[in-house]
């Protein structure tokens, strides 16, 4: 099933000499963020992912954009107050796959006392200059219809807000506006060495299904690895030293739906801990996460029967139905790439980032840690970084610019849904609501002319059809079912595993393999 390309702004050229002014090294949120911004100001870039988009420490994480409450407790100000900032910001840019969530946070007698509770919040409420998200309000959790769910003994409780976030989707959505906008976006694309040569960087890339290998120059480069990024200056760039990062491991599980009730819930443990239960992807509860120090390869990193049963064990110590191990459908796990600050416990490591730029002829800039809610404002902080070394080219821009398909109004979310309904009318409900939470108004370029579900091509399971995977491959860089399954659209969870391997024979039969980009890369990469 053949696609149009979506249309392209006219892509920043490298000089004469095929140079980029920026070779990024990292595909997750912030590798893809800083190349969005960058190239947005009128820089060439040029982004190499080893694996997928978001399939390290993006793709695992709580799924949320806000502030962090408990970093309050670490006095941790500026990052808090920053990311209070950004959830509306990013809420207006991506309405589509962003949501305000109002989240429940017990009183737990014996931990942290009513009155402390009632300061955060209202410093939550008031240093971040909200505007949209309604404020926190007191519970008497034995009215409230959420009640229920609780144990008795938790009769008091505060709400509050923040935001969901399909987290990879914000990767692959960064990804496609830069690409939009005239980045060369590289998957499958091992960066093997990076070497200075003069004012240039001579950057070597092997396509990881061939093996074979190109030369990429560039007067900057950004290592964006996350987990990796200590592994890039050792083994790429050649510094052995290289120590700057704290790997701790975040683990989660799903079950089937706890409760029936928009609102999260925000729990303490006895240990100082701090975990969610959330509403997710409809029909699953997501609970999450674990804090523990991480020694192994990234790559390796799965979550501890230990950890589950801590999770199970936590979320029964509030919920009045006990959570079992055998109730997990799913589990996850990842390593957050904390800047290593000396912390004794690996919940009181800094989420902040940090930013250290090797000035040189060819200056080098290595990303350390960052987090969902404030990757824009973390590109933001690259870019002036950038612009010292290569110049200024452009203002920011990024706050104002919606995200691919996003381009509707913050509130307008069910108006998109019942529109595609009513253009669609062969679409069911449940379906129309999910193509507009993951595409927003690039579903209409994924559904095209069809009057029928017939002329969106083979099911896959659900309502997943041709049509959907075509865009995913042509546009989204998508490569395996994993990709599609359990990163552009979290179908893992229903589809059976059956219907998974139709879909992967599918797709290798319908790819044209690692490294393969859409027409317009292909056009962009050639210059």
Same mark, same amino acid.
């Given at each position: 099933?053949a696609l149009e390309a979506g249309s392209a702004r006219?892509?920043?050229?490298? /000089? ?9 090294? %990292? ?101 971040? @200059? ?13 009215? /409230? ?20 976030? #399909? ?120 609970? @999450? ?45 990842g390593v957050r790439p904390l800047f290593d600050d ?46 010292a070394c290569l110049g200024k080219k452009g203002p #920011? ?94 179908? %893992? ?35």
């Open positions: 099933m006219p892509a920043p050229r490298p /000089d004469g000499g095929g140079v980029h002014d920026i070779f990024v090294v %990292g595909g997750g949120i912030n590798g893809c963020g800083i190349a969005r911004d960058a190239v947005g100001r009128g820089f060439s870039v040029y982004l190499a992912e080893q694996n997928d988009l978001a399939s390290g420490t993006s793709s695992w994480s709580t799924k949320l954009i806000h502030g962090g409450l408990r970093y309050l407790e670490h006095r941790e100000f500026r990052l808090v107050r920053e990311s209070l900032a950004e959830r509306e910001v990013l809420w207006k840019m991506a309405p589509h796959i962003i949501h305000p969530l109002r989240f429940i946070l017990p009183h737990h007698r014996g931990l942290r006392p009513g009155w402390l509770l009632r300061l955060g919040l209202f410093l939550y409420d008031n240093i971040g @200059g909200r505007k949209l998200l309604p404020a926190t309000r007191t519970l008497d959790l034995t009215k /409230d219809p959420i009640g229920p769910v609780l144990k008795p003994e938790y009769a008091r409780g505060f709400e509050y807000s923040d935001c969901s976030v #399909d987290d990879t989707r914000l990767v692959v959505l960064n990804a496609r506006d830069a690409a939009d906008r005239g980045a060369v976006i590289r998957t499958k694309a091992k960066v093997v060495s990076a070497r200075r040569d003069g004012a240039l960087w001579h950057v070597t890339v092997e396509d990881r299904a061939s093996g074979n290998r190109e030369e990429i120059k560039a007067r900057m480069l950004v290592n964006a690895a996350g987990p990796w990024v200590d592994k890039v200056l050792r083994e790429t760039v050649g510094e052995n030293d290289a120590h700057h990062v704290r790997l701790v491991q975040g683990s989660h599980i799903v079950t089937r739906n706890l409760y029936d009730d928009p609102r999260a819930f925000i729990f303490q443990n006895a240990d100082n801990r701090i975990f969610f239960a959330i509403p997710y992807q409809d029909d699953f509860t997501l609970i @999450g996460t674990t804090d523990r120090d991480y020694q192994g390869p990234p790559e390796d990193v799965a979550i501890t029967e230990e950890e589950i049963h801590y999770l199970c064990r936590s979320a029964s110590e509030y919920l009045r139905k006990p959570v079992s191990r055998e109730d997990v459908v799913w589990s996850f796990s000396g912390a004794s416990k690996a919940q009181e490591a800094t989420r902040d980032y940090v930013l250290r730029l090797e000035e040189n002829d060819a200056p080098l800039l290595n990303v350390f840690g960052g987090k969902l809610t404030t990757y824009r404002r973390l590109a933001q902080s690259a870019l002036e970084k950038i612009e #920011d821009w990024t706050a104002s610019a919606a995200l691919p398909g996003g381009e509707f109004p913050v509130r307008g979310l069910s108006a998109e849904i019942a529109r595609l309904k009513a253009e669609y009318p062969f679409l069911g409900a449940a379906h129309a609501r999910r193509m507009i939470r993951l595409y927003g108004r690039r579903a209409w370029a994924i559904l095209g002319s069809a009057k029928s579900y017939a002329d969106c091509g083979r099911c896959f399971g659900g309502d997943l059809h041709e049509a959907e995977i075509a865009y995913l491959m042509q546009e989204e860089w998508a490569r395996t079912a994993e990709d599609v399954l359990w990163r552009r659209t979290k179908l %893992g969870l229903t589809l059976s595993p059956e219907e998974a391997a139709g879909l992967e024979a599918w797709m290798d039969r319908a790819g044209s393999g690692p490294l393969a980009p859409s027409a317009a890369d292909a056009a962009r990469a050639a210059e």
